[in-house]
């Protein structure tokens, strides 16, 4: 997978006939590149050579959550159930990989509480202008893991902000623990 890397190099020739070159680096993920800054003509005006490296990185997926107690509110007796919902905190995803493969957000439901699956409606709160995404379907009774959404590739780099209202069925009013794992790859 070949990159172009564009270097911005100056090259100064000093009055008394020395020359000196200012380079910066560039980061483009992916690939390491070197190249000689220098032009042939220059080197044979000056008598120098300079070989500029560039160490180029390739990003990061990340996945943070809104930090603070995550708490269910009190559940309300619905006939032989006792029903609760809310909302998810603020999950956000950042892409910034070079490649730009797409990724996908999905949760995994684990209740051994005696409880029913978990159900949600997956939302967008808000996306970079350039991403593609796909919600996962709204889903009753998730067992295992669903899709909350993904990035198209070469449709995902930037930041998403993503979100899903929730809905449980509950055997009692207490004593209820569930664990909802979230992965993005």
């Known amino acids: 997978m070949g990159r172009v890397v564009a270097l911005a190099v100056l090259l100064l020739v000093g009055s008394s006939g020395t020359a000196w070159a200012d380079s910066s680096q560039v980061a483009v993920p992916q690939t390491a590149v070197s190249q000689n800054a220098v032009s042939e003509s220059a080197v044979s005006q000056a008598g120098l050579s300079q070989t500029i490296s560039v160490q180029v990185v390739d990003g990061d997926l990340l996945l943070s959550v809104e930090r603070g107690p995550v708490a269910l509110p009190e559940p309300h007796f619905a006939g032989s159930w006792y029903t609760t919902a809310g909302t998810l905190p603020g999950l956000t995803v950042v892409d910034t990989r070079a490649a730009d493969p797409g990724w996908s957000l ?63 069925l509950l055997p009692a009013a207490a004593g209820y623990e569930a664990t909802l794992t979230l992965t993005v790859i």
């Open 106 to 168: 999905s949760g995994q439901f684990d209740d051994e509480s005696g409880g029913t699956p978990l159900s949600w409606t997956p939302a967008v709160v808000d996306q970079s202008a350039v991403q593609v995404l796909t919600l996962g379907k709204s889903t009753i009774g998730m067992r295992g893991s669903g899709l909350l959404a993904a990035a198209d590739p070469a449709a995902g780099r930037g930041t998403a902000r993503l979100t899903a209202g929730y809905r449980l």
